[in-house]
């Protein structure tokens, strides 16, 4: 009887063993199935079959689970920061240069500024910029006409040359009393 037992527990723990290979050789491998270790490992196995007195183990049923990965998030790209100095001589950074044409007399007249005051610009103009809409200082950043500094001063855009004139018109009466008084200080200082 002891030996009837002991064949018996021999024979459980056999199939305690091979049971889950079993199952695993019952299903049907897909032949699109990327190859991982358990595939692999799979492949290496044998099938046993272990009776007992005529009686076939049956492999025990296993349920079914499904796995989600979260997907990682796209990283936020990174802002970029744009330059406040304007590059070359045609118009840097994000203001379209000027290609509008017209005349010296033509821009002031449009900016307001007096005729009376057109030789006094003129002087200040022609040494800034030598009368160049896109004219742009490219250590510093000063652009248009009479260089204003920082370009995003002049209200529209710095390179339009009736923009940057009327800026240039509220600058020099604002610091220098008048484009006559603009004038002065440059003379002295070559710059205003």
Same mark, same amino acid.
């Given at each position: 009887?002891?030996?009837?037992?002991?064949?018996?527990?021999?024979?459980?723990?056999?199939?305690?063993?091979?049971?889950?290979?079993?199952?695993?050789?019952?299903?049907?491998?897909?032949?699109?199935?990327?190859?991982?270790?358990?595939?692999?490992?799979?492949?290496?196995?044998?099938?046993?079959?272990?009776?007992?007195?005529?009686?076939? /183990?049956?492999?025990?049923?296993?349920?079914?689970?499904?796995?989600?990965?979260?997907?990682?998030?796209?990283?936020?790209?990174?802002?970029?920061?744009?330059?406040?100095?304007?590059?070359?001589?045609?118009?840097?950074?994000?203001?379209?240069?000027?290609?509008?044409?017209?005349?010296?007399?033509?821009?002031?007249?449009?900016?307001? /500024?007096?005729?009376?005051?057109?030789?006094?610009?003129?002087?200040?103009?022609?040494?800034?910029?030598?009368?160049?809409?896109?004219?742009?200082?490219?250590?510093?950043?000063?652009?248009?006409?009479?260089?204003?500094?920082?370009?995003?001063?002049?209200?529209?855009?710095?390179?339009?040359?009736?923009?940057?004139?009327?800026?240039?018109?509220?600058?020099?009466?604002?610091?220098?009393?008048?484009?006559?008084?603009?004038?002065?200080?440059?003379?002295?200082?070559?710059?205003?």
């Amino acid at each position: 009887m002891v030996s009837v037992f002991s064949a018996l527990a021999v024979v459980g723990f056999a199939g305690a063993m091979v049971a889950p290979t079993g199952v695993a050789l019952a299903e049907p491998a897909l032949a699109d199935a990327p190859d991982s270790a358990y595939s692999v490992a799979l492949a290496d196995t044998q099938n046993l079959t272990v009776t007992v007195e005529g009686a076939a /183990i049956t492999p025990v049923e296993r349920g079914s689970f499904e796995v989600y990965v979260k997907p990682k998030p796209k990283p936020k790209p990174k802002p970029v920061v744009a330059s406040e100095s304007n590059s070359g001589s045609t118009g840097g950074g994000s203001l379209p240069p000027y290609t509008g044409g017209g005349a010296p007399a033509e821009w002031m007249a449009a900016a307001g /500024i007096a005729q009376s005051d057109w030789q006094y610009v003129d002087y200040v103009v022609s040494r800034e910029s030598g009368w160049n809409p896109n004219a742009t200082n490219s250590s510093s950043g000063a652009c248009g006409l009479v260089q204003a500094l920082p370009c995003s001063k002049v209200p529209g855009n710095g390179y339009n040359p009736v923009d940057n004139l009327r800026w240039a018109s509220g600058y020099a009466t604002g610091r220098y009393g008048s484009w006559a008084g603009a004038y002065n200080f440059w003379i002295n200082n070559h710059w205003w």
